[in-house]
């Protein structure tokens, strides 16, 4: 396998700048995923790493070696994409084949059989190996082409959403099948998702891409707990980060920070950190955006001290939880909730945002302050919580 190195990548198609000064270091034998909206580059940072598309600027390298030069054929990658990319007069079986029957990489009819025999039976499609691609579904034909990349043994495997048009309970099988997979293999893979729950299951590490450029990488609970700006934070989660108004209000030598929930007020003291504190003061921060996480929001439906009074907006069941969404005035939030509940639209709900696990964003900058619990995630980060 290989260690896949990108330095200062650049390419546009028209006027658009489909990668911005994209710079990546892949370990060997790493699970890296990238992740990001529709559009963000993924897709075409995979293609730069296998040939398919040459940069403008930068270098592709693989184990140190720069590959710009070299033709698809000869990097040595296995690439899933999203549109199947078979071939309509061959069987499964012989799709499967294919590559191990070319000139470059071929081996003996003995291995080609094992090997795709092991593939099929991973991808739970032993009884498909004699059909043709028109006689598949599109989950189907799907996986023929992760098998295809499967048989082989190339220096990256690059998948470009595979999972994509899985069904849910297949999907959520082959998550586990692909980081065994790898694991065993000791392979390195860059995978392409849009889904935060592929994203956190499969990557060793994340990146974050939007609009050609790389937000921010690390581990997914790097990420998800130490956010760096509002985008990576409301990606990062399902249902999306509480983004709250708030301002600062100094406090002797610090500062409380202040949020209106349904017009009444409510006060929380910032953790001491001198050099936050330094920052604020120095940039004149008056006002931020305080994120809470929708599991971090306790409700009830009679009153009780501490908690606020609002409206519920809309409830959502959605497999083993719901979502309620409440109306704040000026803002909605979103809060978890069990299954079952028998909440009606527009009526009374009580609500207590547990301040003391949430993050704070410069609300003009969108980047990331403190978080009130910094010090808890930082140790549970490096693993020193058990």
């Known amino acids: 396998m290989a260690r896949i190195t990108l330095e200062n990548i650049k390419k546009a198609f028209g006027k658009v700048q489909a990668l911005d000064g994209i710079s990546l ?59 199947y990319a078979l071939f309509p007069q061959m069987t499964v079986y012989e ?6 029957r070319s000139k470059l990489y071929r081996e003996d009819e003995a291995t080609i059989k094992e090997r795709i025999d092991k593939a099929a039976k991973m991808m739970k499609m032993e009884k498909l190996l004699e059909r043709l691609p028109s006689q598949l579904s599109n989950g189907q034909k799907q996986r023929v082409a992760m098998g295809r990349a499967l048989v082989r043994t190339p220096n990256v495997f690059l998948m470009d959403e595979p999972l994509a048009h899985l069904d849910a309970k297949l999907r959520n099988s082959m998550r586990t099948e692909l980081k065994e ?3 065993n293999l000791g392979s390195t893979c860059i995978y392409v998702t849009h889904d935060f729950m592929e994203a956190m ?83 004149g921060i008056g006002k931020a955006d305080l994120g809470i996480r929708p599991q971090h929001i306790r409700y009830s439906f009679e009153p009780a001290e501490g908690y606020f009074k609002t409206t519920v907006y809309s409830y959502e069941s959605i497999g083993n939880k719901s979502v309620i969404t409440a109306e704040c005035g000026k803002y909605q939030l979103r809060m978890i909730a069990p299954n079952g ?35 808890a995630i930082r140790a549970f980060a490096t693993k020193e919580v058990k």
């Open 181 to 183: 997979m790898q694991a």
């Open 25 to 83: 270091d892949v370990r060997d034998n790493e699970f890296f995923v990238l992740f990001g909206p529709a559009g963000a580059g993924k897709t075409t940072i995979l293609n730069c790493i296998a040939g398919i598309t040459m940069p403008e600027e930068g270098t592709v390298s693989f184990d140190g070696k720069i590959m710009n030069l070299i033709d698809p054929a000869h990097r040595n990658v296995a690439m899933v994409f999203e549109n």
């Open 341 to 375: 509940l028998n909440v009606a639209i527009d009526s009374d709900i009580y609500l207590k945002p547990e301040l003391d696990r949430s993050i704070l964003f410069d609300s003009d900058s969108k980047k990331y302050i403190i978080r009130y619990d910094e010090e």
């Open 201 to 283: 299951a499969l990557g060793d590490r994340i990146a974050i891409i939007n609009k050609g450029k790389i937000v921010q990488i690390g581990s997914g609970d790097e990420i998800y707990y130490m956010p760096c700006n509002e985008f990576t934070a409301e990606l990062m989660g399902d249902p999306q980060i509480n983004i709250i108004p708030a301002e600062f209000e100094k406090n002797g030598s610090g500062y409380n920070v202040v949020i209106e929930v349904n017009g009444e007020k409510l006060k929380k003291e910032l953790p001491e950190d001198k050099a936050v504190f330094a920052k604020i003061a120095a940039d």
């Open 95 to 100: 799709n499967m084949a294919s590559a191990l």
